[in-house]
């Protein structure tokens, strides 16, 4: 079982859904969870990062974390097609663990 | 204030060459590390340098090795390119005691022919 988890996609969405990105993994030990958003031919962005379990908000942009079940998401209201990207979650004990990204398309 | 930059952008090597990439880490930053990316997956750590030092190291082998100079900036040099090689590879920097915000560069995109 690979450390972290993530369904490359494609995920086609049309403008103005609610998108839902999800990642599993399986070290308890994590404590950092991160979300990065990379463009094609571009280094990953930092979106936003969380520690331990819990939720956070960050405009349009929502991280939650469930430890218990080792389950990460990240939700993008009122999405735009300058959404359309590929996500990457990462985590971290001591190293950071990425995941495999999920391209994400928003149709207009 | 310029955040990360890597160079080159683009490099073209042949099996059993070795190239030297460059980083300069984001204003403040004192910490940096290494990724190489293949095509479709994530990025995958190499390892990391504090205080001209690696301190940690993902499972790549001796191949890679890497510097990290007083002004915070550092090398990636890889010996003896393989095909597999073939990735791109980025920087990012950070705070010691902040690793978990990285901020990345536009990375080196590495050919191996």
């Known amino acids: 079982q690979k450390e972290v988890e993530q369904d490359p996609g494609p995920l086609s969405v049309p403008e103005g859904a609610i998108v839902s990105l999800n990642c599993t993994y399986s070290?308890?030990?994590?404590?950092?969870f991160m979300w990065y958003r990379q463009y094609s031919r571009k280094g990953p962005e930092l979106l936003m990062y969380?520690?331990?379990?819990g939720n956070k908000e960050d405009g349009r942009f929502t991280a939650q974390v469930d430890k218990s079940s080792k389950y990460i998401s990240l939700f993008i209201r009122d999405s735009q097609p300058s959404d359309s990207a590929t996500y990457l979650c990462a985590m971290s004990e001591d190293k950071i663990i990425f995941g495999k990204g999920t391209r994400l398309h928003i149709l207009p | 204030d310029a955040g990360v930059t890597q160079s080159p952008t683009h490099l073209i090597k042949t099996r059993g060459q070795q190239v030297t990439l460059r980083c300069s880490p984001k204003s403040g930053h004192d910490t940096v590390s290494w990724y190489q990316q293949a095509l479709g997956q994530g990025p995958q750590f190499i390892f990391q340098y504090y205080e001209e030092e690696e301190r940690q190291r993902g499972n790549f082998p001796d191949r890679f090795s890497g510097h990290q100079f007083p002004n915070y900036s550092s090398e990636l040099n890889v010996n003896a390119l393989l095909l597999g090689d073939s990735a791109l590879y980025l920087c990012a920097s950070s705070l010691s005691d902040s690793q978990e915000t990285q901020y990345f560069g536009p990375g080196t995109r590495l050919l191996v022919l």
């Open positions: 969380t520690y331990s379990s």
């Open positions: 070290n308890s030990a994590f404590q950092y």
